[in-house]
């Protein structure tokens, strides 16, 4: 199992809105990054633990826990002529685009800030507090997992 982080902005998905969906799951859609990509279709396993971070938003963090639920399979949302993630260059027979299927574990009873992270000594190194880092989604590392899950 590994850790992630995956981020989103809360006006377009939030971990709320996860919590209202049957069944608390959902599809994580939208990637249109290609490291990204390739950490949903290569990296990214079932089983492994998200933590749902809230961006571009004041102030921005961690919300809570998700579980991906589904390996990395195509994102048909780039075939959908009426979806705000439509590609012209992927297909069916020829996907551009990834993505995975997630379910909410725990919303946090607080949001543990970016600005909270950025001063623990432990997280200093975490790549959401790297200065022009605008990936969507980050790996974590067990031992930083670990004390973010402490800060509850």
Aim: charged content about 25%; hydrophobic content about 35%; some cysteine.
């Amino acid at each position: 199992m590994r850790y992630w982080l995956f981020k989103s902005e809360p006006n377009c998905f939030s971990i709320d809105d996860l919590s209202h969906r049957p069944k608390q799951t959902a599809f994580w859609d939208g990637v249109r990054n290609y490291q990204v990509r390739n950490m949903l279709r290569d990296e990214i396993r079932q089983g492994d633990l998200v933590f749902f971070y809230h961006s571009s938003c004041v102030p921005p963090g961690i919300a809570g826990i998700i579980e991906v639920v589904k390996n990395g399979y195509p994102d048909f949302t780039a075939w959908d002529l009426q979806s705000d993630h439509y590609d012209p260059k992927s297909t069916p027979d020829n996907p551009r685009w990834y993505m995975v299927d997630v379910k909410l574990i725990k919303k946090f009873p607080r949001l543990i800030s970016l600005d909270e992270i950025k001063k623990h000594p432990k997280l200093k190194n975490m790549l959401i507090t790297r200065k022009g880092n605008r990936l969507s989604i980050t790996p974590v590392t067990s031992d930083e997992w670990k004390v973010i899950s402490s800060l509850l």
